[in-house]
């Protein structure tokens, strides 16, 4: 397979891979505070590069980031982006029903915040 990152198929390359393969990986993160020095979009960047180094190597389609994660904690630092712990479970949920109706069976979550944490192991 040659490209994995799923917001860059067209939707006929799309379904032949969903034709032959049931997983997909979701990277999600965070846009927040990591210090003076760090970008905003750390934790969904790393996330980010993570599934796209595992699926180049596998060849499991990655799909894009969720950029914001459950990060009121951090509200008061400037540019920081969050959801409330519903909206990301509820969020992340609908994605992966999307792509049950494409056949995957199977999704990795590649998690890069620490406050989606909760969200992300509870029962749906």
Same mark, same amino acid.
């Given at each position: 397979?040659? %490209?994995?990152? +799923? &917001?860059?198929?067209?939707?006929?390359?799309?379904?032949?891979?969903?034709?032959?393969?049931?997983? &997909? +990986? +979701?990277?999600?993160?965070?846009?927040?505070?990591?210090?003076?020095?760090?970008?905003?979009?750390?934790?969904?960047?790393? &996330?980010?590069?993570?599934?796209? %180094?595992? $699926?180049?190597?596998? $060849?499991?389609?990655?799909?894009?980031?969720?950029?914001?994660?459950?990060?009121?904690?951090?509200?008061?630092?400037? $540019?920081?982006?969050?959801?409330? %712990?519903?909206?990301?479970?509820?969020?992340?949920?609908?994605?992966?029903?999307?792509?049950?109706?494409?056949?995957?069976?199977?999704?990795?979550?590649?998690? $890069?915040?620490?406050?989606?944490?909760?969200?992300?192991?509870?029962? &749906?």
């Amino acid at each position: 397979m040659g %490209e994995v990152r +799923l &917001a860059y198929m067209s939707w006929k390359s799309a379904g032949r891979y969903f034709a032959g393969s049931d997983i &997909a +990986l +979701l990277p999600v993160g965070s846009t927040e505070q990591h210090g003076p020095h760090n970008p905003l979009g750390t934790d969904h960047l790393i &996330a980010y590069a993570l599934a796209l %180094e595992a $699926g180049r190597r596998t $060849g499991v389609v990655v799909l894009p980031p969720v950029p914001f994660g459950v990060s009121a904690h951090h509200s008061s630092f400037p $540019g920081t982006v969050w959801v409330r %712990e519903e909206v990301f479970k509820e969020y992340v949920r609908d994605v992966i029903l999307s792509l049950k109706r494409h056949g995957v069976r199977k999704v990795v979550v590649v998690n $890069g915040h620490g406050g989606n944490l909760s969200a992300l192991l509870s029962r &749906a």
